[in-house]
């Protein structure tokens, strides 16, 4: 099980990263995020892994679930859980990937996606347009 968050800035706008090269899916454009390890919970891991990969830091009670991802990945099968996260403290640094960009949901159809995150772009356009839950 692998854990994301889709972090709300200005005007709607979420941000992705950049897979770094020599990495599976090099240079697709995914939600921060990462695998949960043994005994930790989503939001712990979740925290943990925003902290390792942007240098920024997000209580736990800041996440709320969203939605998720079911998807073949590379012949295992993975599912990827979606939190919203509308605070957090520190600028997002690209620690490990390639690049940082904030898009809308609707303009994320430009970019190359992984598998399992390009079902949660619609999800989260409901979500921004609609109110997104609190």
Do not use: Y
């Amino acid at each position: 099980m692998v854990v994301a968050a889709a972090l709300l800035g200005e005007h709607g706008t979420i941000l992705l990263q950049q897979r770094l090269p020599g990495r599976a899916m090099a240079g697709l454009w995914e939600f921060p995020g990462g695998k949960i390890e043994p005994h930790e919970r989503p939001e712990t891991a979740l925290a943990r892994e925003l902290e390792e990969e942007l240098g920024i830091f997000v209580s736990e009670e800041s996440l709320v679930p969203a939605a998720f991802a079911s998807a073949d990945n590379h012949g295992r099968h993975m599912i990827l859980l979606l939190f919203l996260c509308r605070e957090w403290r520190g600028t997002p640094r690209p620690l490990d990937s390639s690049g940082l960009v904030w898009l809308r949901p609707d303009d994320m159809g430009s970019v190359d996606m992984p598998p399992a995150d390009t079902p949660l772009v619609e999800a989260l356009a409901r979500i921004i347009e609609g109110g997104a839950p609190r």
